[in-house]
């Protein structure tokens, strides 16, 4: 079955950037695009962009352009969401999903386990 | 951006009582429309998508009816493992996808 497995928690400093990966296994990887998502503290989910895992192809939110950078390794069937520039409001589980269907926009049918990210001073 | 609007905010109800939660969209995402469910310390699990059409696995109980911009999920004969917090997502208008704040389905 798919399984997407995240890496683990990291504590950042204002300023600095960090890399979350996700390793997918289960399906053939450049089928499927992955968008990340990610949930603050008690709060909701907030999609923050996704990677066509066929040909690198991007769509990122508009809050989030300019300081996030999402890549894939095909070798490897590992998907990246790299964010820059964080802030103490960036405090949160980070999640990779994958899109449901292979073409078109599609909601998100696995879900890694998430990464706690948490940026403090 | 496509702003979702849950409602209610949070909701407390008795287990096999039947329960109706309700999304609105801003502008119409046709059947562009799913819902999820996500437990405490869990990542959400894809409930129904396309309006009504439910996901792998997922029990008859839940439903998904509506289009253009109202839309509901109505899980009958409530289950002690129901109670969780309920998002609407909507895929239309793409970038970006958009959640809807979440409703908190409580136990009574």
């Known amino acids: 079955q798919v399984h997407l497995v995240q890496s683990g928690a990291e504590v950042k400093k204002p300023g600095a950037s960090v890399r979350v990966s996700c390793k997918a296994s289960?399906?053939?990887?450049?089928?499927?695009?992955i968008s990340w998502v990610r949930q603050a503290p008690g709060q909701g989910l907030e999609w923050m962009g996704w990677?066509?895992?066929?040909?690198?192809?991007?769509d990122y939110a508009q809050k989030f352009k300019g300081r996030v950078i999402m890549t894939t390794d095909t070798s490897t069937t590992t998907a990246y969401m790299e964010l820059s520039y964080l802030e103490i409001d960036d405090t949160a589980l980070y999640y990779c999903?994958?899109?449901?269907?292979?073409?078109?926009?599609?909601?998100?049918?696995?879900w890694g386990q998430g990464t706690l990210i948490t940026v403090s001073s | 951006e496509v702003v979702m609007t849950q409602s209610p905010a949070s909701l407390s109800v008795s287990p096999g009582e039947t329960v109706t939660l309700s999304c609105r969209a801003g502008?119409?995402?046709?059947?562009?429309l799913a819902w999820y469910q996500q437990k405490p310390g869990q990542a959400p699990r894809l409930l129904v998508f396309?309006?009504?059409t439910r996901a792998t696995g997922v029990p008859a109980r839940f439903s998904g009816s509506g289009s253009g911009t109202e839309f509901t999920l109505t899980i009958s004969s409530l289950q002690s493992e129901d109670f969780a917090v309920y998002y609407c997502?909507?895929?239309?208008?793409?970038?970006?996808?958009?959640f809807g704040q979440g409703t908190k389905l409580e136990i009574k």
């Open positions: 997502q909507q895929y239309s208008t793409w970038p970006p996808c958009s």
């Open positions: 502008q119409s995402v046709s059947s562009n």
């Open positions: 396309s309006a009504s």
């Open positions: 289960g399906y053939t990887f450049g089928n499927y695009g």
């Open positions: 990677i066509s895992a066929t040909n690198g192809n991007t």
């Open positions: 999903a994958r899109d449901l269907h292979s073409s078109g926009w599609t909601p998100f049918d696995s």
